[in-house]
Structure formats: C-alpha cells, structure tokens
C-alpha cells in the first residue's frame, strides 16, 4: 500500500443491517464525511484517512467500514483470476504477510462464493511465485490477518476493498456473556436512534435479556464512541497506519457529555438480571443504568418515571419462547395502556399475530433484520383516556411514522431479481433460483403471511425525520479515563451474538 497524504480523499463503504442505512448516513455526515450515499444495507461516503479512522470508531450502525481500490468486469472464473493476477499486489502485501479474503456475490455466473475465494488467493498466490519463486508468497490466515480483503460481485461487475474493520464492528468488546439469542449490538442502537431517543428522557426495557439496549443506551446519551472498548482494528495492520493519527481520534472526548436521566432494564430471569449486571460493569455504565429481577406484569403506575420510551426484544416463539406466547403480548399491551402512559414504545418483533394481542394501533412500522428473520419494529404512542379524547385536546398519533409505514394503495411490490426470472409454470416454478450466494438466504423465514400481500409496497425511508445524531456528548466515569485499559482489557470470555444473529447476513 503507497502511503497516503493524510488528508487525501477517497471513497469508502459502510455495511449495515437492511432498515438502518438513512441512520447511519446521519452518523457519517455528523462525523463530516461528504458526499454520504445510502444504498442497500450499505452507504457510500467519501473522506481522508482521519475519516475512516472516525468512522470505525464512532459509527453505531456500522458492521464494517471498506475501502474499495480495484473495480473490473469478468465474464467467468478464468477471467476473473486473470483481471486479479493483473493488479501490482505488491503495493498492498509482501511475503511475510498474511491475508484473508471475504466474498459476497449476487451472480448467474459468480454463483458460488467460496469458489470465487479460491480463484482470487490462487491469483495473488501465483502474482508473488511468478515474479519472487515457485515458495516465495504471501500466507494464507483466516483469523487475524494482515490485509482482509473484500470481494463484492454483482453480475458481473467485481470490487476489491480493504476491511478495514477487522471483526464485525458490532462486536464492541463489553459482551463478556450472553442469554440465549441477545439482539445484535448494531441493531439495538439502530433501534434507539431511529426512536429518537438522545438522553433527554428515561429509558425502560422491561425485558432486557443481556443488557444490551441498556448499554447501548448508555453509550448514545453519554456520548462514549463504541470503538473505545475495541483491542484493535485492522487498518492498524496496514503499511501506511498513522499511529499518531489515530491516537488523536481515540483519545478526542470532545463528543462526550455529562447524562442525568435513568436507564432502567428489568427481566423475570434472575440469570438474564446477572448477565447483563456484568455486561454492564465490563463498559463501564453502571452509573447509568438501574437493574431489577422482575416481570413485566409487576410494574405499576407509580413506580415508572414519567414521560420515557420504551425499547424492547420479546420472545418471538422462534429461539426464545415462553408457555403462554398470547399471554406475554396481552400483558405487554395491558402494562403499555395502563401503566406507561405518556411513553413511545418500539417493540421489535416477527409474528403479527403476536403484535395484534397488544391491542394497539401502532404509529410506525418498519422492517427490520434480526439475523435471519424480517421482522418489524413498531411504534406505540400511549396516552391518556381515550382516542377520540385524545384528539379532541389537539393531539395526533405519530402522522409522518404512520402514513410512510403504510404501503400505497395502487402501488405494486417490486419483484426481487430471484423473482422476476423464476419460471411461473412447470417443474421447476417452486425451485429458488441460484442467483444469489447467501448463506443467509437458506435460512429466510417470511412473516406476517396473514397480512402480506404482492400488492405491499416497501416502506419509505425516514431520513426525514431522523434527528442529528451525532452533537452533544458526556464525560465517562472516572474509572474509564485511562483509555489505554479499554484497548487492551483483561483477557476474558469474549461470547458474542450467536451464528444465528451474524450480521454479515442481514
């Protein structure tokens, strides 16, 4: 890699959960990065290598941040490994390196991707033995590689890029224990930045499992980057890594600022209760947040701060379940009406048949992705007495949610290119095609059947109404100032979301 002026301009790529692009475009213009472009589960943006050293960490919403650095056509495999072999590897590996390669594709040709992978080290291999001897290469490293590099096809367009990331940013580095299928750490933050939620008012998850809305929680209305539990990133592993550069970038607490108001988290499990407890002191927000053994039903009136939101994962009956799945919703809704009146809850689930026992009309929808589900996250705005009263004091539910959750009438769902080319009659009208080589799509449930139609149209994007979501920032406890003890913490068990939950498959 030739050594970059620092404040050379390049693109980059931020990947994301389906859903979360106009959130973390936000993040990115907040951070100043130019020429911000959402796309799909990604948004492009531009900026020097300070910005890509922002952007790793302090993006919320980010699964990995790449650099692209080489763009060609292929029509097949062989002209795939020859466009490959063609570019000077010399400027980004040398023998004594290791590298990894990561391969997604969306291609009639390109159908297999670990087959792609092979063609692509074969060639990079063979451009070092040809030019240095028959055992003179670089090494081949799945775990902790030197130079990661990206392999994206679509058709028959490829691009090469740097990771720059290293492990999935979601993987912050507090988690030191789990409950069964925690919410992904990126996709609960999503959640609360698209709740509006900054820490201007408390924030209740009444089944908190692991603690993970907590912390993340935490994190946005303190102002702590998430990056700052991080052992290291891969961009440091490159030739041109700018040590002091980034030195600055990590110790810059000028976003940080003092919070006040109150996390609460409950959980009917005792053990859930004791592995959030120590998710919690592993980053350094327990000042934050109160924790209770407690089921949802016990809650009273008097006991919640007025005037909060509500994040919240039930079971969906899919991995976590309980006797009673009906029963778990009505009571959800019962407590919501009764209880939490004057709050915005925003419930994450899968099964519609499960949201309609809350007996609430919800004034969002969004789709969302939970691992391999396609879920929804609904928003619910709880006041007082009854609708009609409720507009009779000038009062209106959440318009602009409601009328972009609800799909056009006359509008047409727009097909998915496995779709438009899958036979409509015949032996093979029930085959899925093989355009698309995701190990995510074998795994696809669709839900919401009862009320899902081919006449549905996508939601829109709220980009409009997502607040800034990067400004004013607070000042981590004291025992957190030594940020040297965040890059390197004590070794210990480092459980993140399962395989079920593995955001490289949004």
């Not at 590689?145 to 999935?168: F, K, Q």
């Not at 109160?290 to 909060?308: C, F, M, N, Q, Y």
């Amino acid at each position: 890699m030739n050594p970059a002026e620092d404040n050379e301009r390049f693109a980059m790529l931020a990947k994301t959960f389906q859903g979360l692009e106009e959130v973390l475009a936000e993040e990115l213009r907040g951070l100043g990065a130019i020429n911000v472009e959402p796309g799909l589960r990604s948004v492009s943006f531009e900026g020097d290598l300070a910005m890509l050293y922002r952007a790793n960490m302090c993006c919320r919403t980010a699964l990995r941040i790449l650099k692209p650095f080489y763009k060609f056509r292929a029509q097949n495999p062989d002209e795939l490994y020859e466009r490959v072999k063609d570019w000077d590897w010399s400027t980004l590996l040398s023998p004594d390196k290791t590298f990894s390669i990561d391969t997604v594709s969306f291609s009639d040709e390109f159908t297999h991707s670990r087959f792609v992978t092979y063609r692509v080290k074969d060639a990079i291999v063979d451009y070092f033995k040809d030019r240095f001897g028959p055992t003179v290469r670089p090494g081949v490293r799945v775990q902790d590689a030197d130079v990661i590099i990206n392999v994206h096809i679509a058709g028959h367009d490829v691009t090469l890029s740097l990771d720059s990331s290293g492990e999935s940013l979601h993987k912050r580095g507090y988690r030191v224990a789990q409950t069964e299928a925690p919410i992904n750490e990126v996709l609960a933050a999503g959640i609360i930045l698209l709740s509006g939620w900054r820490g201007d008012c408390p924030l209740v998850d009444p089944m908190c499992g692991s603690g993970t809305f907590l912390i993340e929680g935490a994190l946005i209305g303190a102002g702590i980057n998430p990056g700052i539990f991080r052992r290291n990133f891969a961009f440091e592993r490159w030739p041109d890594f700018n040590e002091e550069l980034f030195e600055s970038i990590y110790e810059d607490d000028s976003r940080e600022r003092p919070f006040t108001q109150k996390i609460i988290g409950t959980d009917i499990s005792p053990q859930a209760i004791a592995v959030a407890r120590q998710n919690i002191e592993r980053a350094g927000v327990g000042k934050y947040i109160d924790l209770d053994v407690r089921p949802i039903g016990s809650w009273t009136e008097k006991e919640v701060p007025a005037g909060g939101v509500i994040v919240t994962n039930p079971p969906y009956g899919e991995r976590i379940s309980v006797p009673d799945m009906e029963g778990l919703y009505r009571t959800i809704g019962r407590q919501l009406k009764t209880v939490f009146k004057g709050y915005h809850a925003w419930i994450i689930g899968y099964q519609d048949e499960y949201f309609h026992h809350i007996g609430l009309a919800p004034s969002a929808k969004l789709k969302l992705f939970n691992g391999g589900l396609e879920c929804e996250l609904r928003e619910y705005e709880i006041f007082e007495g009854d609708y009609a009263s409720f507009r009779r004091e000038g009062n209106a539910l959440n318009k602009k949610h409601f009328e972009r959750s609800r799909p056009a009438k006359s509008a047409k769902r727009e097909k998915a290119p496995d779709e438009r080319y899958r036979p409509k009659k015949g032996p093979h009208a029930d085959k899925p095609t093989r355009n698309r080589d995701s190990s995510t799509d074998r795994g696809w449930r669709k839900p919401f059947d009862r009320q899902r139609d081919s006449k549905e149209a996508k939601p829109a994007k709220r980009g409009d109404i997502l607040d800034t979501i990067t400004n004013r920032q607070p000042s981590l406890p004291p025992n957190m100032r030594q940020r040297r003890g965040w890059r390197k913490p004590p070794e210990a068990p480092t459980s993140n979301t399962d395989d079920n939950n593995n955001p490289e498959n949004p």
